[in-house]
């Protein structure tokens, strides 16, 4: 998207902003799906809903074919209203209460046992086909908040001590039907290593239930992770991505003797690099040791850089030339409310607009009304003409649901 285009957005929507280019979403898809070409078994892609909820953008994404993977009641229900077919959703928490498991249930989606102690749980609900969500173990070699297979992690029946085929044999005895196993290893990977040692190690814990339990799996999730360029990384392609499971996958079902469908879960790849968060320069402040551009968003429209100290890179829209050092400032009252660091950019001024990128996914999904800020529109841009997707909150919405008392 060109500056002239975000400009007259940002003039029209007001800022902060979200946009997304909605044909670099298309195209993400178009890519992710062309890299299984040839794949030794069939494939079906589930989007990671956490990555981005926006129901535009999910419906730009369920109409490319693809399933969705959710992890709350609230991403399920915004899978059905995007169009998801209830056999292409998987439902992958970690923690589910009975009223999770039941909205499931009776969705007819696709479920995941990450305890034992759920079974019991979809029993009673009715539930009688199941998959497995296992931890195997293994190193993403990512960012340690975002690296979900190690021995301490929160996710998954662990292989060690046979905590997960136990878990798969109660499930049989309760009278459950497995269908399924699934691991997700972390996010923003982009070591391949780690992706071909998890296929492994999932290829052959389907060899033992196949043999010690007589089960003959439907499908094996192997999850997403695939890293994007945010600074000067080397891009981690899909067809690397599909490569690192492609032998694995094949020798596996050699050893099974059937082919069970391989599913992925891509989240980040399909949208982050779509995504822009536009700022307004509130004014430019200049301290002893440096200067701060001051603009009107902060962690609470993109939490990326304060929580896992990302990096996204920055520009002034419109604007070329000799450059200075700034940080970029949020203006919520915390320390830690910097959205870039020592960034070299064209001389800021008051009323410039600030663009972040690479913002398409964990961006608006983690925004919160942190300092009682307002949340941010999206607008969705797609043939080069710009929607408004989300209406921007007002002060008044953040009080829409409390209450008050005269006897308090």
């Given at each position: 998207?060109?500056?002239?285009?975000?400009?007259?957005?940002?003039?029209?929507?007001?800022?902060?902003?979200?946009?997304?280019?909605?044909?670099?979403v298309l195209e993400r898809?178009?890519?992710?799906?062309?890299?299984?070409?040839?794949?030794?078994?069939?494939?079906?892609?589930?989007?990671?809903?956490?990555?981005?909820?926006?129901?535009?953008?999910?419906?730009?994404?369920?109409?490319?074919?693809?399933?969705?993977?959710?992890v709350s009641a609230g991403?399920?229900?915004?899978?059905?209203?995007?169009?998801?077919?209830?056999?292409?959703?998987?439902?992958?928490?970690?923690?589910?209460?009975?009223?999770?498991?039941?909205?499931?249930?009776?969705?007819?989606?696709?479920?995941?046992?990450?305890?034992?102690?759920?079974?019991?749980?979809?029993?009673?609900?009715?539930?009688?086909?199941?998959?497995?969500?296992?931890?195997?173990?293994?190193?993403?070699?990512?960012?340690?908040?975002?690296?979900?297979?190690?021995?301490?992690?929160?996710?998954?029946?662990?292989?060690?001590?046979?905590?997960?085929?136990?878990?798969?044999?109660?499930?049989?005895?309760?009278?459950?039907?497995?269908?399924?196993?699934?691991?997700?290893?972390?996010?923003?990977?982009?070591?391949?290593?780690?992706?071909?040692?998890?296929?492994?190690?999932?290829?052959?814990?389907?060899?033992?239930?196949?043999?010690?339990?007589?089960?003959?799996?439907?499908?094996?999730?192997?999850?997403?992770?695939?890293?994007?360029?945010?600074?000067?990384?080397?891009?981690?392609?899909?067809?690397?991505?599909?490569?690192?499971?492609?032998?694995?996958?094949?020798?596996?079902?050699?050893?099974?003797?059937?082919?069970?469908?391989?599913?992925?879960?891509?989240?980040?790849?399909?949208?982050?690099?779509?995504?822009?968060?536009?700022?307004?320069?509130?004014?430019?402040?200049?301290?002893?040791?440096?200067?701060?551009?001051?603009?009107?968003?902060?962690?609470?429209?993109?939490?990326?850089?304060?929580?896992?100290?990302?990096?996204?890179?920055?520009?002034?829209?419109?604007?070329?030339?000799?450059?200075?050092?700034?940080?970029?400032?949020?203006?919520?009252?915390?320390?830690?409310?910097?959205?870039?660091?020592?960034?070299?950019?064209?001389?800021?001024?008051?009323?410039?607009?600030?663009?972040?990128?690479?913002?398409?996914?964990?961006?608006?999904?983690?925004?919160?009304?942190?300092?009682?800020?307002?949340?941010?529109?999206?607008?969705?841009?797609?043939?080069?003409?710009?929607?408004?997707?989300?209406?921007?909150?007002?002060?008044?919405?953040?009080?829409?649901?409390?209450?008050?008392?005269?006897?308090?």
């Amino acid at each position: 998207m060109d500056d002239s285009l975000l400009k007259s957005i940002a003039g029209k929507y007001g800022t902060p902003l979200y946009v997304y280019d909605g044909d670099l979403v298309l195209e993400r898809c178009r890519q992710f799906k062309n890299a299984f070409k040839g794949f030794p078994v069939k494939v079906k892609f589930c989007y990671a809903v956490k990555a981005n909820t926006s129901l535009a953008i999910l419906k730009l994404i369920q109409n490319q074919g693809f399933g969705a993977d959710v992890v709350s009641a609230g991403e399920l229900d915004a899978a059905l209203n995007a169009g998801f077919k209830p056999s292409d959703i998987i439902y992958t928490s970690n923690s589910k209460s009975d009223e999770d498991i039941k909205a499931a249930v009776k969705a007819k989606i696709n479920i995941t046992i990450d305890n034992a102690a759920e079974i019991e749980a979809v029993e009673k609900a009715g539930g009688r086909k199941v998959a497995f969500r296992v931890n195997p173990d293994v190193d993403a070699k990512t960012h340690p908040k975002v690296s979900t297979a190690l021995s301490g992690s929160k996710f998954g029946l662990h292989f060690t001590n046979d905590i997960a085929f136990n878990a798969v044999k109660k499930a049989v005895q309760a009278g459950l039907q497995p269908v399924g196993i699934h691991c997700h290893i972390g996010s923003n990977i982009k070591d391949a290593t780690a992706f071909t040692e998890a296929a492994g190690k999932m290829m052959d814990f389907a060899v033992r239930l196949k043999k010690e339990l007589d089960i003959k799996l439907d499908f094996i999730d192997f999850g997403g992770g695939l890293g994007v360029q945010y600074k000067d990384e080397i891009a981690f392609t899909p067809e690397q991505f599909a490569g690192a499971y492609k032998s694995a996958v094949a020798e596996g079902v050699k050893k099974l003797g059937y082919a069970p469908e391989a599913w992925f879960e891509p989240g980040r790849f399909i949208v982050a690099e779509a995504g822009i968060v536009l700022a307004k320069v509130n004014n430019v402040k200049e301290t002893p040791a440096k200067k701060f551009v001051n603009v009107d968003c902060g962690f609470n429209v993109l939490v990326r850089p304060a929580m896992y100290d990302a990096y996204h890179k920055v520009g002034v829209v419109g604007k070329n030339g000799e450059q200075e050092t700034y940080d970029i400032a949020g203006y919520l009252c915390e320390s830690g409310d910097i959205l870039a660091k020592d960034r070299a950019l064209p001389k800021v001024v008051k009323g410039d607009l600030i663009k972040i990128q690479n913002a398409g996914a964990y961006g608006f999904s983690m925004a919160s009304n942190y300092n009682s800020q307002p949340l941010p529109a999206e607008v969705l841009v797609k043939g080069g003409k710009a929607h408004l997707i989300r209406k921007r909150q007002t002060i008044k919405d953040l009080y829409e649901r409390q209450l008050t008392h005269s006897d308090l």
